[in-house]
């Protein structure tokens, strides 16, 4: 347990991780400020731990709250010590078959809302030089399949970001920590996952079956989120916190396709490596 009461910012606490690392932060003593789009689904937390927790509405996709809200959050916490980007949501479906107007938002969510709040508060941890920046990225961040498309390029987006930011902002005092869950008992995989309204036949053998097997895996994942938040408190008292967290032997087992793939892709090195370079004599 640290020494000093920490000050959390936590998005998307109504159910899931954030709901589990809220009640675990509130329960060690620490203060948060708990999010959700609408301020009363998180209000519960507020009323059990009154001394510590303050619920606010934040809805990463619309930007031009985004700045307010982190200067109100300072203002309540005095400090923010831990960011947690938790808040985010799937859709489902082929390249093809989904539309702007279904993936783009994702986007909003998954994306550029945690990259602008993590812009919006960086002065203030730059300033007193020590701040954690938690990102909850997703096993489908570093390897995916057929209806994962544009879910896997968010997180692979936020797996980027977060690569350079902890390049950025470790000289300074201020970690990074990027989570990648497999598959937890959250609501993930049903009242928050979205599908394409449009289908095409041809992709039922590989989309189709992307989305019919995580639906069908609703209430009956391995993960424990609980636990999970356990380990992500254990990650940010760390005295020198790991960068990359893949959580739950599916997430393991995923890591290790990816790099197979990757150590297969060098089987080429001597024509796709220097073989295609100039030659040293012409450099």
Avoid at 141 to 165: D, H, N, P, Q
Avoid at 235 to 248: C, K, N, Q, T, Y
Wanted: with cysteine; hydrophobic share 45%; glycine share 10%.
């Amino acid at each position: 347990m640290p020494e000093m009461q920490r000050g959390w910012v936590i998005t998307g606490c109504s159910s899931g991780f954030g709901r589990e690392l809220a009640i675990a932060v509130l329960e060690r003593g620490d203060r948060a400020v708990v999010t959700a789009r609408r301020a009363e689904a998180v209000q519960d937390l507020a009323d059990a731990y009154p001394d510590q927790a303050v619920a606010m509405a934040l809805d990463l996709n619309h930007r031009d709250g985004i700045v307010p809200f982190a200067r109100a959050a300072e203002q309540t916490l005095g400090a923010v010590d831990v960011l947690v980007n938790n808040a985010g949501y799937g859709v489902m479906g082929a390249v093809e078959e989904l539309t702007p107007e279904e993936y783009r938002p994702m986007f909003e969510t998954n994306f550029f809302g945690p990259v602008e709040l993590t812009r919006a508060l960086l002065p203030a941890m730059r300033e007193r030089r020590r701040g954690h920046i938690v990102n909850v990225s997703s096993i489908a961040g570093v390897i995916t399949r057929g209806a994962y498309g544009f879910y896997a390029a968010t997180k692979f987006a936020l797996e980027g970001v977060s690569e350079a930011l902890a390049a950025e902002v470790g000289p300074l005092g201020i970690r990074v920590t990027l989570v990648e869950p497999g598959p937890f008992r959250t609501d993930f995989a049903g009242r928050s996952l979205q599908v394409a309204r449009s289908v095409i036949d041809d992709y039922a053998d590989t989309a189709g079956a992307g989305r019919a097997a995580i639906t069908q895996r609703d209430g009956r994942q391995p993960g424990d989120p609980a636990r999970a938040a356990r380990l992500i408190l254990e990650a940010v008292d760390a005295e020198h916190p790991p960068f990359r967290i893949p959580m739950g032997t599916f997430a393991h087992q995923r890591v290790r396709e990816k790099i197979a793939a990757l150590e297969a892709a060098l089987a080429w090195e001597d024509r796709a490596g220097a073989g295609t370079e100039f030659p040293p004599n012409t450099r």
